[in-house]
């Protein structure tokens, strides 16, 4: 980028991450595009994806991540994220080392052994059913 200015720089910023210019389609290709976006706050996260679609309500949106369109896991590190359902393995595949290891030192601090830890997966895996593991934190609706 040698011989741009900060206003070229900032212009080609906003461009690239789809808040100036032509705006991206559905949301999954926002989160596709970006590869990521944090999701922490799952409205806000969502405001930030339909910001950079083409016009979508709440409720579209929702529907996007309730289809399976968009998942919200730990990937990228110990917060929630956004990615889309093609990108999910390669991205697990990449990350799975470092983040065990922190999974690891977590569980150590707060006196979870391995055993444990694999028992409660287990009751965890019958109690909620897949959909609900995908979706089971999820806002109904953003305040107003």
Known sequence: MAGLDDRQIARWRLVSQRLAGRPAGAPDDVVRGLLGVQAENFS???WAVAARSTPISWPQFTAAFDDG??????VL????HFVTPDDLIWLVEL???ALRRL???SRRAYGIDGLRHLEERRLGARVLPLRDRRRHDRRLEPER
Request: charged fraction near 15%; aromatic fraction near 10%.
């Open 44 to 46: 806000q996260a969502g």
């Open 69 to 74: 369109d968009i998942l919200r896991i730990h």
């Open 77 to 80: 590190r110990t917060t929630w």
């Open 95 to 97: 990350t799975a080392p």
């Open 103 to 105: 999974y690891v030192q």
